[in-house]
């Protein structure tokens, strides 16, 4: 059951950004995210123009859905999300996406997940993804270095205990929705 809804005001310095879409994530804590960061080379992590946008994952998540249009708000992300307990999230086979970045990734399953996705798509949406991956990020890395940290992390698995949801519409409004 989702408790209270509760605006995050950024302090005054800084910039609320604008999106084209609100987006919808489901937040952990994973104390041994920094202990799998410190294994990969400095020089692996794919950075652009030293923006922290890429690099090391710092707020480890699952994205639910991307691309909710504008009318949405915070109460209509609660109610669809309302029944769903998201305990128990598995994490497990460490792989790669490969675009023009290597994104190390843990696949995610656990309850709630895919019928929060689904619920959250009956709300107006764009897609790009025809299929839900569940997926929690570690980091992007430069082309091609992304093999031997899967080969390096392929044993590792974790069963975590999500902490918030949080909905970012795109006006830049943060909202953190209790677990």
Same mark, same amino acid.
């Given at each position: ?15 609320? %950004? !604008?999106? @084209? ?11 041994? /995210?920094? &202990? #799998? ?33 504008g009318s949405v708000t915070a109460k209509d992300v609660s109610e669809k999300l309302q029944k769903f307990n998201y305990s128990g999230c598995k ?12 994104? %190390? !990734?843990? @696949? ?11 619920? /959250?798509? &009956? #709300? ?56």
């Open positions: 059951m989702l408790g209270r809804i509760e605006e995050i005001i950024p302090p005054f310095w800084e910039k609320r %950004l !604008k999106y @084209d879409y609100g987006c919808v994530m489901l937040h952990f804590t994973f104390w041994e /995210l920094s &202990t #799998l960061h410190s294994y990969i080379t400095p020089q692996h992590v794919y950075t652009v123009n030293g923006s922290n946008r890429f690099g090391l994952e710092r707020k480890p998540h699952i994205t639910l859905l991307y691309g909710l249009n994490l497990n086979n460490v792989s790669l996406f490969k675009k023009k970045y290597d994104v %190390l !990734k843990f @696949d995610v399953s656990g309850s709630g997940i895919v019928d929060g996705n689904e619920a /959250l798509t &009956t #709300l107006p949406h764009v897609s790009e993804h025809n299929v839900f991956n569940p997926h929690l990020t570690v980091a992007y890395l430069t082309k091609g270095m992304g093999d031997r940290y899967v080969n390096k992390l392929k044993k590792e698995n974790y069963i975590l205990k999500p902490s918030y949801l949080e909905y970012t519409n795109p006006n830049g409004r943060i909202y953190k929705l209790h677990i």
